[in-house]
C-alpha cells in the first residue's frame, strides 16, 4: 500500500531506515507518523464498492490494516527479500496463525525439536484439539533422513533459525530442500537471527515468522509479531485447497466468488491470514506499537553487531570457568554449529548464549540472586543484557524427558546480550558465581 521509492539495490543498512516509507505520502514528515485511528472514511460509494472487492488498495479498518502498520510490514518485506508481510499482535499470534492458514481442518507439522518453549507447549496441548498434530522430527539435523519422517498428512516442516535458547544452528537449505521434493513449505521462526543476521528465504523458506518483540525492535518495550511469505510455494495443490476455495466474500464486481490465489496471486498467503484470521480472530497490531518496531528497527544492525560480538566475549569467558560445565554458542570454535554459522552466519551468531552451571541447585538460585547489572527475566533481544535459567521459566512446560531432546537440561542459564560494555557484564557475572560458590 505504500511506494517504495527507495531502490532496491541500497543495501541492508540504507533500507533498513528508509524502506517501506516515503515522506510525500504523510505530509512530508521525516519520521513515520502514528495512524491512531479505528476506521478511515469511504471517499465516496465507488470508493467503498472497489475496497471490498478488492478493485482499490486502500485501509478500511485497524484490526486488518493501518498505515503504520503497513511501514513496518513493508519495510521487513524488503529486508528479508519477500513478497509480502503481515504484522500481528505477537509473535505468538504470527505462529498460530501461520500455522493455522496451512493446516486449518486437520494436519500434520513436522518441527524441530529446539524450539521456544511458548511454540512447544502450544503444539503439544492446544493445536492437537483443533485437529493440527505436530511431529517432533528426529532426523532435524540429518536431512538426508527427513524425508523418512513426513507422512501424507504432512503440510509443512517448521524451524527455528537459531533456536532459543540453545542457538542451535540448522542445515536450513538442505531442510527446505526436502520440504519442497514433498511439496510442503518450510516455515521458519527467524526471531532470534532477526533480517540483520539471517535471511531464510534466501536459503529456501517459504514463510518467515517473528517475535518482533525481540530484537527486530531491541528494546523490551512492545509485543509484536510478523509473518513473510517468499512469493516461491505454489498453494495451488489438493493439500491446499483452501487457496483455490472460492468464497463469496472475494466475489468480483458481478458478485462471482473468487478464491485467494485469484484475488491475491502475488500475496496468497499473507492475505488469506489478513482477511481470515486477522480479521476474525483479531490480534492485531497496535499502530503506537508497529511506531516503536519501526523506530527500533532503524539500529537493528548496531545493535545485533555488538549484541553478537559481546556474547561471543562471555561465551570465551564462560567457556574457561571453573563453575560452568558447557557453553551454547555457535562462534566458539568447539561448537558442534560452527561450521553452519561460518557457511551462513557472515555477519555473527546473535546475542543468545545458554551454559550449563556446575554447581548444586541452591548454589544455581544463589547465582541469580546475587546477579545485579542483568535483568533476571524472560525476555531476549533487548538493549539490556538480560538472564535466566530458562528450564524453570521460558521452557517450564517442558516435561523431564522432553527437556532432552530439545537440549534444555535442568542447569541451563540462558544469556541475552545487550549494549553494555562487556567488561561491567563479566563482572557481574563473576562477583555473581563467586557469591554463589561461597555457599
Ligand atoms: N518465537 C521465539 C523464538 C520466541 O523466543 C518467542 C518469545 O520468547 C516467541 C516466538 C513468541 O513471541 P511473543 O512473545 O512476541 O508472542
Excluded: C
Aim: proline share 5%.
Amino acid at each position: 500500500m505504500s511506494n517504495d521509492t527507495v531502490p532496491k539495490t541500497h543495501l541492508f543498512d540504507t533500507l533498513k531506515v528508509r524502506a517501506g516509507y516515503d515522506p510525500k505520502e504523510h505530509h512530508y514528515a521525516v519520521s513515520p507518523p502514528i495512524y491512531q485511528t479505528t476506521a478511515y472514511e469511504f471517499r465516496d460509494v465507488e470508493n467503498a464498492k472497489g475496497l471490498f472487492s478488492f478493485q482499490e488498495a486502500g485501509y478500511l479498518y485497524t484490526r486488518i490494516g493501518n498505515p503504520t502498520v503497513t511501514v513496518l510490514e513493508e519495510r521487513v518485506r524488503i529486508l528479508d527479500r519477500a513478497a509480502a508481510a503481515i504484522g500481528v499482535g505477537s509473535g505468538m499470534a504470527a505462529i498460530s496463525y501461520t500455522l493455522l492458514n496451512l493446516a486449518e481442518g486437520g494436519g500434520r507439522i513436522l518441527t524441530s525439536p529446539f524450539l521456544y518453549g511458548g511454540s512447544a507447549d502450544s503444539f503439544k496441548k492446544i493445536y492437537p484439539k483443533l485437529g493440527v498434530y505436530f511431529d517432533q522430527a528426529k532426523n532435524i539435523e540429518h536431512p538426508e533422513r527427513l524425508a523418512e519422517e513426513i507422512t501424507p498428512d504432512t503440510k509443512a516442516i517448521y524451524i527455528e533459525s537459531i533456536s532459543n535458547p540453545s542457538a542451535v544452528l540448522l542445515d536450513v537449505d538442505a531442510i527446505a530442500k526436502v520440504a519442497h521434493e514433498h511439496g510442503i513449505p518450510l516455515v521458519v521462526d527467524n526471531t532470534v537471527a532477526t533480517p540483520y543476521l539471517y535471511n531464510p528465504i534466501a536459503h529456501g523458506a517459504d514463510i518467515v515468522v517473528y517475535s518482533a518483540t525481540k530484537g527486530l525492535s531491541g528494546h523490551g518495550n512492545l509485543i509484536a509479531g510478523l509473518i513473510l511469505e517468499s512469493g516461491h510455494f505454489d498453494f495451488s495443490s489438493e493439500k491446499f485447497s483452501q487457496f483455490s476455495e472460492k468464497y463469496y466474500t472475494l466475489r468480483d464486481q458481478s458478485g462471482t466468488p473468487r478464491s485467494y490465489l485469484e484475488v491475491f496471486p502475488a500475496s496468497p498467503f499473507t492475505s488469506r491470514i489478513r482477511l481470515n484470521y486477522l480479521n476474525y480472530f483479531g490480534a492485531a497490531l497496535s499502530p503506537f506499537d508497529a511506531y516503536l518496531a519501526i523506530i527500533g528497527l532503524e539500529t537493528l544492525s548496531e545493535r545485533l553487531g555488538k549484541q553478537s560480538h559481546t556474547a561471543h566475549t562471555l561465551a570465551e569467558y564462560l567457556s574457561s570457568h571453573e563453575a560452568v560445565e558447557w557453553v551454547r554458542y555457535p562462534a566458539l570454535k568447539s561448537s558442534p554449529y560452527h561450521a553452519l554459522y561460518e557457511r551462513d552466519f557472515a555477519r555473527g551468531a546473535g546475542g543468545i548464549l545458554a551454559f550449563g552451571f556446575k554447581g548444586t541447585q541452591a548454589q544455581r538460585e544463589a547465582f541469580f540472586d546475587a546477579v545485579k547489572l542483568f535483568n533476571y527475566h524472560v525476555n531476549i533481544g533487548d538493549a539490556r543484557s538480560l538472564i535466566v535459567n530458562s528450564p524453570q521459566t521460558t521452557h517450564g512446560e517442558l516435561e523431564p524427558h522432553e527437556k532432552v531432546p530439545a537440549d534444555v537440561p535442568e542447569n541451563l542459564i540462558r544469556i541475552s546480550a545487550g549494549l553494555e560494555d562487556p567488561a561491567d557484564l563479566i563482572a557481574d557475572l563473576e562477583q555473581a558465581f563467586q557469591k554463589a560458590l561461597s555457599i
